[in-house]
């Protein structure tokens, strides 16, 4: 990382992957579709580890991960009108 080299993140069964935010320690979060929404976060070793929110509609939106590993974003509940703030501790 940092030397320009493109890397292809493809979470399994994906058909729709964002990259929302990375830290300084490499890691990448965002969101990713398969047949409903999930969150991401991938270490800077390959590694991916999925997210969901409990009652939510699959529209996890993580935006950001900070230098620990804490996730912020926002998801729809699931009558799909209301937004909620998410974090996600590491």
Do not use: C, W
């Amino acid at each position: 990382m940092g030397d320009g080299t493109i890397t292809t993140i493809a979470p399994h069964g994906s058909s729709y992957v964002l990259a929302t935010g990375i830290n300084n320690n490499g890691a990448v979060t965002g969101l990713y579709v398969t047949d409903t929404g999930h969150g991401f976060i991938r270490d800077a070793n390959g590694t991916i580890t999925t997210f969901g929110v409990r009652h939510s509609e699959g529209a996890e939106g993580p935006f950001a991960i900070n230098g620990k590993g804490a996730v912020t974003g926002s998801f729809f509940d699931s009558n799909e009108i209301d937004v909620h703030g998410l974090l996600r501790t590491p």
